[in-house]
């Protein structure tokens, strides 16, 4: 659909199609949909400083749960876990008001544009714009 809206041959890459166009690829918009979930549903997680008072570096990273059933793992709750941690620093910071938080997730989501977990999981942080 989108290579027919951008007059594009068959066997162009949409990665760009998708920025130039400001749209967010499905996985994307699964983590969007996902972090905005947990901003709104704080109660239902806890976070590292919580759980113990030694101050690290990822205090503020959501506690993962520690389970071995792969179902669980699988599972809503558990991703959410992982992506949200591994979302920048400087967007998690951001968590406390939900509009600045989905503004720099959208933009940040838009200019990454991942397409799968393995893209979004491996993703280096060394230098971001919001």
């Known amino acids: 659909m989108i290579r027919i809206i951008t007059s594009s041959r068959s066997r ?21 949909s996902i972090s905005i ?3 709104r549903n704080k109660h239902l997680f806890y976070t590292n400083n919580q759980i113990h008072s030694i ?10 749960v520690t389970v071995n059933l792969t179902k669980f793992q ?6 959410a876990i992982k992506i949200f941690n591994n979302l920048p620093r400087e967007i998690k910071d951001l968590a406390n008001d939900i509009v600045p938080f ?11 544009s991942f397409h799968n977990s393995k893209e979004y999981s491996n993703y280096q942080r060394y230098s971001i714009e919001i």
């Open 55 to 64: 101050h690290t570096r990822f205090k503020t990273n959501l506690h993962p």
């Open 74 to 79: 699988k599972g809503m709750y558990y991703s």
């Open 102 to 112: 989905r503004n720099a997730l959208k933009k940040f989501l838009l200019t990454n």
């Open 12 to 32: 162009d890459s949409c990665r760009k199609l998708f920025k130039t166009l400001e749209l967010l690829p499905l996985y994307s918009q699964y983590i969007y």
């Open 37 to 39: 979930y947990v901003v």
